[in-house]
């Protein structure tokens, strides 16, 4: 059952779409008018800010469901089952975005984005995500209303799990992707432009910068990320507005954990083995688990179970050591 339909309560997703909008016009208008680099303490700062926002969202959310199911039984229990999934479920996004982080590291490296400039293309990469996110949820509430559905993507995301799982490190080359060397093929480049603007004009023509490329990039691989994301929580609530919203605050985070992230990646050697168990096991609460307890996993169960798996995949980042190589043992 589905409490906040679309149909019914359209007024309390487009009251969030607008302070979204609010918060982002504050963002780039006031806060980030000017380009420069994000220094790691103002981005644990926001990163903390858009947490907090995300809890006292969730907490007004609590209360509104107290008032709402105030008159029946179990009232009270069916409100804090519905915050604790909008918890669980931004605990996962927030965690998947962990990869999207070494993708963008990756990405701006690769074009040799500046610091100062990478702020301004997350902001608008995160814009293209938030549309992305929006149309993959309305699709996807729709989906899932069909049993076999629920399965074919909880057997995607154990795949997917399972290839993260057991895939080493590769190289990343955009120019071997299709998409890239079809760019190249259609818009005119100056891959040697300096400053923050995305488009240049030389004498007349106007030219793609890398800023433009990195964002394309970056708003594709949103894109592919998408889709393990959204089903994930779809995985935990069948509530379109708390898979919306929980969404929706981890993505606005993203850009403050990456420059608070991005320095010290290299240390989660693990992370990627936590996030791959997580992917596994929501694909299995999504393709058997939750037909073991009567259609609903216990939500208790999913946000301890997805606490443990990332917690242990930081834990052992820093209690087991990389190996040296011969050449630093040499050195020593």
Same mark, same amino acid.
């Given at each position: 059952m589905v409490f906040f339909s679309f149909g019914?309560?359209? @007024?309390?997703?487009?009251?969030?779409? #607008?302070?979204?909008?609010?918060?982002? !016009?504050?963002?780039?208008?006031? =806060? $980030?008018?000017?380009?420069?680099?994000?220094?790691?303490?103002?981005?644990?700062? @926001?990163?903390?800010?858009?947490?907090? #926002?995300?809890?006292?969202?969730?907490? !007004?959310?609590?209360?509104?469901? =107290? $008032?709402?199911?105030?008159?029946?039984?179990?009232?009270?229990?069916?409100?804090?089952?519905?915050?604790?999934?909008?918890?669980?479920?931004?605990?996962?996004e927030k965690s998947l975005a962990v990869d999207n982080i070494f993708v963008f590291t990756l990405i701006f490296n690769y074009f040799g984005i500046h610091r100062v400039h990478q702020h301004r293309v997350l902001f608008y990469g995160i814009i293209g995500a938030l549309i992305f996110r929006a149309l993959f949820i309305a699709i996807g509430a729709q989906l899932m209303a069909y049993h076999f559905v629920v399965v074919t993507f909880g057997v995607l995301l154990v795949l997917t799990g399972l290839k993260m799982f057991f895939s080493g490190s590769e190289s990343f080359n955009p120019d071997r992707m299709w998409l890239m060397r079809r760019i190249k093929q259609l818009v005119p480049l100056d891959l040697k432009a300096e400053g923050e603007d995305f488009f240049v004009n030389r004498s007349g023509k106007w030219f793609a910068t890398r800023l433009c490329l990195a964002l394309i990039l970056i708003e594709f691989t949103d894109f592919l990320f998408a889709v393990d994301s959204v089903p994930a929580i779809f995985a935990l609530t069948s509530?379109?507005?708390?898979?919306?919203?929980?969404?929706?605050?981890?993505?606005?985070?993203?850009?403050?954990?990456?420059?608070?992230?991005?320095?010290?990646?290299?240390?989660?050697?693990?992370?990627?083995?936590?996030?791959?168990?997580?992917?596994?096991?929501?694909?299995?609460?999504?393709?058997?688990?939750?037909?073991?307890?009567?259609?609903?996993?216990?939500?208790?169960?999913?946000?301890?179970?997805?606490?443990?798996?990332?917690?242990?995949?930081?834990a052992l980042s820093w209690i087991i050591k990389p190996k040296e190589s011969p050449r630093q043992s040499d050195s020593n």
């Open positions: 019914e309560y359209w @007024w309390a997703y487009l009251s969030f779409l #607008l302070l979204v909008g609010v918060l982002l !016009a504050v963002d780039l208008g006031v =806060l $980030h008018r000017k380009a420069r680099e994000v220094s790691l303490k103002e981005a644990a700062i @926001w990163t903390a800010v858009w947490v907090g #926002l995300a809890a006292l969202f969730n907490w !007004a959310f609590y209360c509104y469901c =107290l $008032h709402k199911f105030s008159s029946i039984d179990g009232g009270e229990g069916r409100a804090r089952q519905l915050a604790l999934e909008f918890l669980t479920g931004f605990l996962v509530e379109p507005l708390i898979v919306f919203t929980s969404n929706i605050f981890a993505i606005l985070g993203l850009r403050s954990m990456y420059f608070m992230l991005s320095g010290v990646l290299s240390k989660f050697r693990y992370i990627k083995l936590g996030l791959a168990s997580v992917l596994v096991f929501v694909g299995l609460k999504m393709a058997w688990l939750n037909s073991l307890f009567n259609g609903k996993f216990p939500v208790t169960w999913s946000l301890m179970i997805i606490s443990c798996l990332i917690g242990a995949s930081i």
